[in-house]
Every structure is written in structure tokens, then in C-alpha cells.
């Protein structure tokens, strides 16, 4: 039995290593890399006269974060809606 739990540990032992290693690994390769979407909303409500959003996603390739920003058409700058955060594997709803 004490044969088997050291096979045991040194597989979990082995899977955290390269876990970490491929992390690193994708830090590294992928440092200062940044997929950027642009995307447009159209209200069609009457109050807002059919004003057109624009926003900006960034997808952040190290650390596979991803960050949301509104372009204010008065001011010709970003504000962040969603701060850089991890995105979440499961939804709740």
C-alpha cells in the first residue's frame, strides 16, 4: 500500500508542475499580446433619440482576462464598464 500513495503523489506532484509550467509558459509567450474587439449598440428607444454605443473588448492573451471600455463620443475617451477580470467558466443565472 505505501508503494501505491507514493505513485499517487508523485502523479499529483507531476500534474501541478506542469499546470504551473504551462502557465508560465503562456505568460511568457504571450506577454503584452492583446486581442481587441470593437463593438456597436443602437438603442432604438425614443428617449435616447437612436444613440450609438460604441465599446471596446480586450482579451488579454497572458493571463486570459478580459476587460470591457465604453467610447464617450463628447469627451473622445475610454471608460471601463467591466474591469480586467478573469472570465468566469460557469454562469449563474
Known amino acids: 500500500m ?3 500513495k507514493r505513485e499517487i503523489s508523485w502523479a499529483k506532484r507531476e500534474a501541478v508542475n506542469k499546470s504551473t509550467h504551462d502557465k508560465l509558459r503562456q505568460f511568457i509567450e504571450n506577454d503584452k499580446k492583446v486581442l481587441r474587439f470593437y463593438a456597436n449598440s443602437a438603442d ?10 460604441r465599446y471596446e473588448i480586450r ?6 482576462t478580459i476587460e470591457v471600455s465604453e467610447k464617450r ?6 471608460h471601463p464598464i ?3 477580470m ?3 467558466k ?3 443565472c
Open 90 to 92: 460557469t454562469v449563474v
Open 73 to 78: 463620443s463628447d469627451c473622445n475617451t475610454m
Open 59 to 64: 482579451y488579454f492573451l497572458m493571463d486570459d
Open 86 to 88: 478573469k472570465i468566469p
Open 44 to 53: 432604438t428607444v425614443p428617449i435616447d433619440s437612436g444613440v450609438i454605443e
Open 82 to 84: 467591466i474591469k480586467r
Open 2 to 4: 505505501p508503494k501505491q
